[in-house]
């Protein structure tokens, strides 16, 4: 069974920072696009951020742009997402996901079990 775990998320400041780590458990992943969804309580999930098979495309919502990078491993099948400059408002549960390049930045087939991130002001 594919599995996509995440970790690093936690309580931090506002202006602080956070890295966001998300391990697949099989190595075909490395074949995959890989991404970052969150869904903020009462809110809908939101795409983040995604990063093609090859690492050599990025993607970012607007208002994460500047502040937040994602990366890929060396082995490809882990992707992070270090974020700086949090804001109160980037407190959700984030979701790691997996699919093809044309498929990730819209409803991914693979998903992790979230981890939390809060932002207090």
């Known amino acids: 069974q594919v599995q996509l775990v995440e970790s690093g998320g936690g309580l931090v400041q506002a202006g602080g920072s956070l890295r966001l780590s998300c391990a697949a458990s099989?190595?075909?992943?490395?074949?995959?696009?890989m991404g970052w969804f969150r869904q903020a309580p009462g809110k809908e999930r939101e795409f983040v951020a995604a990063i093609t098979w090859s690492g050599g495309s990025t993607y970012y919502q607007d208002s994460v742009k500047g502040r937040f990078t994602i990366s890929r491993g060396n082995a490809k099948n882990t992707v992070y997402l270090q974020m700086n400059s949090l804001k109160p408002e980037d407190t959700a549960v984030y979701y790691c996901?997996?699919?093809?390049?044309?498929?990730?930045?819209?409803?991914?087939?693979?998903w992790g079990q979230g981890t939390q991130v809060t932002v207090s002001s």
């Open positions: 099989r190595r075909t992943f490395s074949s995959y696009a």
């Open positions: 996901a997996a699919d093809s390049d044309r498929l990730i930045r819209g409803t991914p087939k693979y």
